[in-house]
Each structure stands twice: as C-alpha cells, then as structure tokens.
C-alpha cells in the first residue's frame, strides 16, 4: 500500500505563486507516472500535468507555461511549481502516482492523495 500526503497549498492573489509538493511512503518498489489532477466546485477532476520516470511532462493547456512540474525519483516525490495564478486555478489538487509495491515482481496500482486546497483571489 502507498500513502500519498500533498502539502503546499494555501491562497494567494492573483499573479502569485505557490509550489505544491506530494510524497509517497510504503513498501515502494518503483514509481512511473506521477501527476497533478484539479478539481474546482462544480467540475470533474482533470489532469493539469504529468511526469514520466523518464522525466517526459505533459500540461493541459490552460496552465502551460505557467506550472512546471518535477520529481524526486529518490524521495519518490513530485512538484508542482504554479506561476502567475489566476482566479480559475482555484480548486482541490489531488496528487496520483502509479506505483509498484511488495515483494518480487511486485505489483503496479495507482494511488490518490486527499487534495490540498490552493485558493487564487481577485
């Protein structure tokens, strides 16, 4: 089993910045894909960006050249640095990494934080 426990968030006007941090604890084996999903009242969960264990990144094109995301392969933990905020990046981020645990081959599952609130005023 995997915990995953996001920190980082908070509120902030609009044009600031906050950096979102997940870390993963369990019997870990490897990790592939970890990722940062929003969900703001109202909306589905959707994925805002993504990073391979081979460092390939993908954004949803509402937040491109204003987040960047990174991971720590060693202390199996991902980021998210978030620039220039605006209003409507206001909702929950939730962290998802798809890990494989146990014993031998282990197996692969993929994992939720409980979201962490990030908060952009006007």
């Known amino acids: 089993q995997v915990e995953l426990v996001e920190s980082g968030g908070g509120s902030v006007q609009a044009g600031g910045s906050l950096t979102l941090s997940c870390a993963a604890s369990g019997s870990i084996i490897d990790i592939s894909v970890m990722a940062w999903y929003r969900q703001a009242p109202g909306n589905e969960r959707d994925l805002v960006a993504s990073?391979?264990?081979?460092?390939?990144?993908n954004y949803r094109d509402a937040v491109k050249g204003r987040f960047t995301i990174s991971r720590d392969n060693v202390k199996n933990m991902v980021y998210l640095q978030m620039n220039s905020l605006k209003p409507e990046d206001t909702a929950i981020y939730y962290c998802k990494q798809r890990a494989r645990t146990g014993k031998g081959w282990g197996r692969w599952d993929e994992y939720w934080g409980e979201g962490i609130e990030g908060t952009v005023s006007s």
């Open positions: 990073i391979t264990s081979g460092e390939r990144v």
